[in-house]
Structure formats: C-alpha cells, structure tokens
C-alpha cells in the first residue's frame, strides 16, 4: 500500500468518515501515532495545487550536467518555472482521473523540489537521467489541515540519448510527452488509485505561485 494511501487510511479509521458523532475538530485534525491496518480506501481528489519556488535555480548552461534546480530545454526560452509548472498540472490531472465520487475528500499538494531534464548536448549524445523530485502533501477541502505529512517524492528515470532520443522524437515521444506520462504514473501509484482511463481534471485546477 502506498505512503499517502495509508494516511487516508488511517484517516478514516481514525473517524475522518465517521458518523456525525464525531466532533469537526477531530474529524479534521492531522494524523498522530502509528498508522492503521485498513482496506483500500477510495479518495476523492477535489482540487489539484502545484507550486514550483521561485527559490529553485534554473540553468540555461549546454554541458552535459547543468549546475540548476531546473534544466528544461524542450519549450522555448521563457519562465521555465511556469513551463514546469503546466507540466506537472498536466500530468497530475491526468494521473489523477477525478479520484473516486464519494470517497474520502482531500486536496492534492505538490511542490516541485527539482525537475532536471537534459541540456542540449547530453540529449543528442549520452543521454542520462531525467532527475525529478517533489513533495505530496493531502489536505482536507475544508480546513486546509494536512491528512498527514508531506512525503518526498523521487520520479527520476532514464533519459534516452543520441540516436535512441532522434527515434523517439520521430514518434512523437519527447522529452515532455516521456515525463508527463511517467509523472502520472507515479502520482496515480502515489495515490493507491486503481489503473483505468484518466478523466480529463484540467478544469478544476487550482495553481498557486
């Protein structure tokens, strides 16, 4: 079972779903203790929130492995914090699918830590990595209280290079196409939410700086 898909778990178990007997303030107070043993519980995603700090160092430098926070080649030249930024919200709602009607309800937090894709010439010689990291953070709608606590996320994965990366590119798998795919994946696991269609949630976005 998944990290968050515990907390929400344990969530319910400790009363967030209970009857109306339980008292809002514990219903909504954050996960304390050791989690509980529980069967799968359905989450309803409501909202979807990416931040991307302006903290985070981009790098424009063509070597093989940019000193930067954030290396993104594949848009133009431009805010490359908004550029990763509508990766990730693409990438989440479609991971994501609209959650489950009538589950738990909960807000999906994301800030992206780093997100370093391949400069120029690594891409079209040795390729390498594509290092991505973030944190997760679900929040009841209501009250805004973290569920539980934020979780680091790794989603880094292989990078194809040189003649691998032309073919790709000829196919329609860019760099961008590659990591909002994968993003997805990893989110959709993240979340414990079952393998099936996504469902379009770009809609109901909700984005802060």
């Known amino acids: 079972m998944s990290y968050l898909r515990l907390i929400a778990a344990a969530m319910l178990g400790l009363g967030l779903s209970a009857c109306g007997s339980v008292d809002t303030a514990t219903r909504n107070a954050p996960l304390e203790g050791p989690a509980l043993q529980a069967a799968a519980v359905p989450l309803d995603i409501q909202q979807i929130r990416v931040t991307v700090p302006k903290s985070l160092k981009v790098s424009e430098a063509n070597s093989y492995y940019p000193m930067g926070d954030i290396v993104w080649r594949e848009d133009a030249p431009g805010d490359r914090h908004a550029q990763v930024k509508a990766i990730f919200?693409?990438?989440?709602?479609?991971?994501?699918?609209?959650?489950?009607?009538?589950?738990?309800?909960?807000?999906?937090?994301?800030?992206?830590?780093?997100?370093?894709?391949?400069?120029?010439?690594?891409?079209?010689?040795?390729?390498?990595?594509?290092?991505?990291?973030?944190?997760?953070?679900?929040?009841?709608?209501?009250?805004?209280?973290?569920?539980?606590?934020?979780?680091?996320?790794?989603?880094?994965?292989?990078?194809?290079?040189?003649?691998?990366?032309i073919a790709a590119e000829q196919r329609g798998e860019t760099q961008k196409v590659r990591i909002t795919d994968h993003l997805a994946k990893v989110i959709r696991g993240e979340l414990g939410l079952p393998a099936r269609a996504p469902t379009d949630l770009v809609a109901a976005l909700s984005v802060t700086e």
Not at 104 to 131: C, N, W
Not at 138 to 144: D, K, M, Q, Y
């Open 89 to 165: 919200e693409t990438a989440l709602a479609r991971g994501v699918g609209g959650g489950v009607p009538g589950g738990m309800p909960a807000v999906l937090d994301v800030q992206v830590t780093r997100f370093h894709a391949l400069s120029e010439k690594a891409r079209y010689t040795i390729g390498g990595m594509h290092t991505i990291q973030f944190t997760v953070t679900l929040r009841n709608p209501e009250t805004g209280v973290p569920y539980g606590p934020a979780k680091p996320v790794k989603a880094s994965f292989k990078a194809y290079g040189g003649q691998t990366a």
